[in-house]
């Protein structure tokens, strides 16, 4: 293991850093301090995808576009349709918010996403920050943040897209989009569906998508932008596999639940309003979403359904004196029906309303930024989260920053309400039952970076600590004078996590980049020392892109990924990914084609769910401008 880190290391420290691409999405940055903000005033633990870099990977889902960022661990359990995750910093995916153009994102009853669900298609740029946001996000934002905004109109003229990929597994994807700008209005409207056969026996995917957006400038009174999404899927859910070292070319590929069958619905809107008030700004913005999810397995006579919903309203001031407050409410509702029985198991409900505040303050090349919030629950009670940022630009090289705060995340409504289920074998009872007397799980992140470069290379290095109490873990406890078994979450656990983000690359020539970034976490639990699952010690990405005068571009991407602990005494090997693109556009038609796992390795991201090996595919796209 320690020689393939080191070889990696080796083409690390070749490179300068990473490139600042000529692009408007990244040279500025929202989700920190809730407005425009220059990147290059920012700390260095935010980073953004920019609209090219997502275009230029092909990505299918949100997850694809995130799997290369620094200090992101995303966790697969198939191919299409399967469940995506991400870890931040070895904070688990219940405690990293996504957000979606500023809007809470994660599941009231699991407090995760399911990135696969979320279209790459309709995204402009990806923000992230690493590291605990609680004092400007509250619940979820132990680990860090994740702002996907959604595309709007930038030319004037009108432009239609249309594309067509296919691939591996039978896999087909057909979508079109339509995007008009005037001068005090825009429209941005866009549709697609994908279809798979899937690698494993019964993972086949059938999903669509639907998404608008659009604006109107009414001057004196204001600006407003409206979005809203519908997406369905129909997926078949293998189950877990078997280990690596029991695959023989088509074992792994079968099914321990052949006829398991997952629907997913979810629709989102949002509006927002924002007018000038002389030079400072006042926003209102309301939003609603429901989720939907239908799982059967009739061999287990299983027909469950799952509803979310949320809705809820801001406000916001950003003062031209640096100063941003606000007031945020929503509401989450959730219901679990069991429909063989016939039975409404779950119909549970709370409201958060939270005030927060942010300042500015300049003192000649320093930036410091206190921020505080206030949540209150009308389940759990009320929280206060401060935090501190600071960042010096000592020259126009060089600039170094340190953040440290208050995060935290709530409990689930699973966590809080799980149904009391009972059932009996060879005399004991077992009982698993949510506990409605959790506490939220809370923790202290802070981090240090120093950043060097200029507009043709940088180089970052950031060093963070984080330290959390009162996590939340599903525990057994046993009585034997009733004979029973009781599995319920409590709040037991306490966590350290600690580690270095190293971000570089340059400009080899004109056309050709490479960037390179190295995470090294190590999160254990505090209490016995344990590495927690899934929290890879150290995983590195590697981007070579060229752009070749004659519109063609390739690229090669390579990710390795340590030995990652799975439990005391498992462990899941590493493994090395190569994947190739190439693309060659000829007018306003771009053909291209695309391999990965181009060494044909056979991994695992979580224990027990194969992943497949090498893959193709290959797809066109052709523009219209009037």
């Avoid at 009670?381 to 060089?398: D, H, R, T």
Wanted: aromatic residues 10%; hydrophobic residues 35%; negative net charge.
């Amino acid at each position: 293991m320690y020689s393939k880190i080191v070889s990696w290391l080796s083409i690390l420290l070749l490179t300068v850093s990473i490139p600042l691409f000529a692009d408007t999405d990244g040279s500025v940055f929202l989700s920190l301090t809730r407005k425009v903000s220059k990147l290059k005033d920012m700390p260095t633990n935010v980073s953004v995808i920019p609209f090219e870099k997502i275009q230029e990977s092909k990505a299918k889902t949100a997850a694809e576009v995130l799997q290369n960022s620094a200090s992101l661990n995303v966790g697969s359990y198939g191919t299409l349709g399967a469940n995506q995750n991400i870890i931040i910093r070895g904070a688990a995916p219940e405690e990293v918010l996504v957000l979606i153009d500023g809007r809470r994102a994660n599941d009231p009853a699991m407090g995760l996403i399911d990135l696969s669900t979320l279209p790459a298609e309709n995204i402009e740029r990806v923000e992230i920050i690493r590291g605990g946001a609680s004092a400007i996000y509250g619940t979820g934002a132990l680990g860090g943040v994740v702002n996907i905004i959604t595309r709007k109109p930038q030319l004037e003229t009108p432009k239609t897209n249309i594309g067509f990929s296919m691939g591996s597994f039978n896999t087909q994807k057909t979508g079109v989009d339509f995007e008009i700008k005037r001068e005090k209005t825009y429209g941005f409207l866009s549709a697609a569906r994908t279809l798979s056969d899937g690698w494993r026996q019964n993972s086949g995917f059938d999903g669509s998508n639907f998404f608008a957006r659009m604006g109107y400038d009414a001057g004196s009174a204001g600006q407003i932008d409206l979005s809203g999404a519908y997406s369905r899927s129909d997926a078949g859910v293998p189950g877990m596999g078997i280990p690596l070292a029991q695959y023989d070319g088509s074992a792994e590929k079968l099914a321990s639940t052949p006829d398991a069958n997952q629907k997913v619905n979810k629709s989102f809107g949002r509006i927002d309003h924002t007018v000038n008030l002389g030079e400072d700004t006042f926003k209102t913005s309301f939003h609603a979403s429901q989720d939907i999810t239908f799982y059967k397995v009739p061999a287990w006579l299983q027909d469950d359904e799952y509803k979310s919903f949320s809705f809820g309203g801001e406000t916001q001031y950003q003062s031209s004196l640096g100063l941003t407050t606000g007031f945020e409410w929503y509401e989450e509702l959730y219901k679990q029906y069991d429909n063989t029985m016939s039975a409404l198991e779950t119909d549970r409900s709370r409201v958060s309303a939270n005030i927060f505040a942010q300042q500015e303050i300049r003192i000649a090349n320093l930036s410091v930024i206190p921020s505080a919030r206030y949540d209150n629950n009308s389940v759990f009670g009320s929280v206060f989260s401060p935090s501190i940022g600071l960042v010096y630009q000592a020259n126009e090289l060089l600039k170094i920053s340190a953040n440290s705060g208050k995060a935290w995340r709530a409990p689930t409504l699973n966590e809080l309400y799980w149904p009391n289920e009972t059932s009996s074998f060879w005399g004991t009872t077992y009982i698993t039952q949510g506990n409605a007397t959790l506490k939220p799980e809370e923790g202290v992140a802070s981090d240090f970076g120093v950043e060097y470069g200029s507009n043709k290379f940088s180089n970052k290095v950031t060093l963070f600590y984080t330290e959390s109490r009162d996590l939340i873990s599903w525990q057994q406890t046993t009585d034997p004078v009733s004979n029973s078994v009781t599995t319920m979450p409590q709040n037991i656990g306490r966590a350290k996590s600690q580690g270095l983000e190293y971000e570089l690359g340059h400009k080899i020539a004109d056309g050709l980049y490479q960037t390179i970034n190295y995470t090294h976490t190590w999160a254990i639990d505090a209490d016995s020392l344990q590495v927690l699952p899934y929290r890879s010690p150290n995983i590195i990405n590697y981007d070579l892109s060229y752009i070749a005068p004659w519109n063609m571009k390739l690229n090669i991407n390579g990710k390795y990924v340590s030995a990652t602990p799975v439990s005391g005494v498992n462990s899941l090997p590493d493994y090395t990914l190569v994947g190739l693109k190439v693309s060659q556009k000829i007018a306003e038609l771009e053909l291209w084609v695309g391999i990965d796992n181009l060494l044909d390795k056979m991994y695992q991201s979580r224990i027990n769910y194969p992943l497949p090996g090498r893959s193709y595919n290959f797809g066109l796209s052709l523009r219209f401008i009037d």
